[in-house]
């Protein structure tokens, strides 16, 4: 049995560039890898067919969810003649810009090169991922990180943050291709990337704080007035570092104090999925 962590993501900084030719966008982006992960697990099946246990209700069919998508793929494309029960025990909410369904689908490549003893490199897995989400290959290597063009050009940042971060979502399914489709590149506010990493590198909160920017925020916030009012809640509380991580709907929070953030956690609803993680 081969088990893999699939680590949700947070963006620190998101400026769309341009629109490209194929229909994506050129994005600059510094994302970070949490300690909140979802859990999979691998087994080698009697037969050949893949089969997803646990939490398998991410999709109204299995073989929509992109874990079962790269282990057909890969079965297939590396000519392997076993079959596999992946579980998988999800932490991370869905559909809430923390990358939870590309994580698991990385987890997936990593487990199953693992099992199946495919000897890829981290480098071939990411170029695998591509094909099917423009996070898998951050989430294969799970580095802080510049990634550029899709998400797949990626620079790591050679430091860690072990920042506390309080996570938010308030159960509002956001659709990524519906953000990207209202995207304007004439209207988007655009800041130096250059201000975060030297913040990052020199580890000035203060300062990483200032330069948080996602220009799809207002964009999610047009869609849903109420995902700017959490943002607007948690900042009430006396949060600076304040933002929502990729097109939503997850709000996220960083101040070096756990307990600042802690106040803040028992503010908010209830019925809200919210947790303190860390920047790993």
Same mark, same amino acid.
Not at 13 to 33: P, Q, T, W, Y
């Given at each position: 049995m081969v088990k893999e962590k699939a680590y949700a993501k947070i963006n620190l900084?998101?400026?769309?560039?341009?629109?490209?030719?194929?229909?994506?966008?050129?994005?600059?982006?510094?994302?970070?890898?949490l300690e909140l992960h979802d859990v999979l697990e691998f087994r080698k099946n009697t037969t050949n067919d893949i089969l997803?246990?646990?939490?398998?209700?991410?999709?109204?069919?299995?073989?929509?969810n992109l874990v079962y998508k790269v282990a057909s793929f890969m079965q297939e494309e590396f000519n392997v003649f076993e079959g596999v029960v992946i579980n998988i025990k999800k932490n991370i909410p869905v559909a809430a810009g923390l990358a939870g369904g590309s994580a698991d689908a990385a987890a997936?490549?990593?487990?199953?090169?693992?099992?199946?003893k495919l000897n890829l490199s981290l480098d071939d897995m990411a170029k695998l991922g591509l094909e099917f989400g423009s996070d898998?290959?951050?989430?294969?290597?799970?580095?802080?990180?510049?990634?550029?063009?899709?998400?797949?050009?990626l620079v790591f940042l050679?430091?860690?943050? +072990?920042?506390?971060?309080? #996570?938010?979502?308030p159960f509002i399914k956001? &659709?990524?291709?519906?953000?990207?489709?209202?995207? !304007? @590149?004439?209207?988007?506010?655009?800041?130096?990337?250059?201000?975060?990493?030297?913040?990052?590198? +020199?580890?000035?909160?203060? #300062?990483?704080?200032?330069?948080?920017?996602? &220009?799809?925020?207002?964009?999610?916030?047009?869609? !849903? @007035?109420d995902i700017r009012k959490l943002k607007n809640h948690i900042i009430d509380t006396g949060i600076k570092g304040v933002l929502?991580?990729?097109?939503?709907?997850?709000?996220f929070a960083i101040e070096g104090k756990k307990s600042k953030l802690q106040y803040s956690f028992d503010?908010?609803?209830?019925?809200?999925?919210?947790?303190?993680?860390?920047?790993?």
């Open positions: 900084f998101l400026n769309v560039v341009a629109k490209r030719f194929d229909g994506f966008h050129d994005l600059e982006m510094v994302m970070a890898s997803i246990t646990g939490d398998t209700n991410m999709t109204d069919d299995y073989k929509d997936t490549l990593r487990g199953l090169n693992k099992l199946w898998i290959p951050f989430c294969v290597y799970n580095k802080l990180c510049i990634a550029k063009g899709r998400g797949e050009e050679n430091t860690k943050l +072990n920042i506390p971060v309080l #996570l938010v979502n956001i &659709s990524t291709k519906d953000v990207f489709a209202q995207v !304007n @590149p004439d209207n988007i506010i655009e800041k130096k990337i250059s201000n975060m990493t030297n913040a990052i590198f +020199n580890k000035n909160l203060d #300062l990483i704080i200032r330069e948080l920017h996602n &220009s799809l925020e207002e964009i999610t916030f047009n869609i !849903n @007035p929502m991580s990729g097109s939503g709907s997850t709000i503010t908010v609803r209830d019925d809200y999925y919210k947790i303190i993680t860390k920047i790993r």
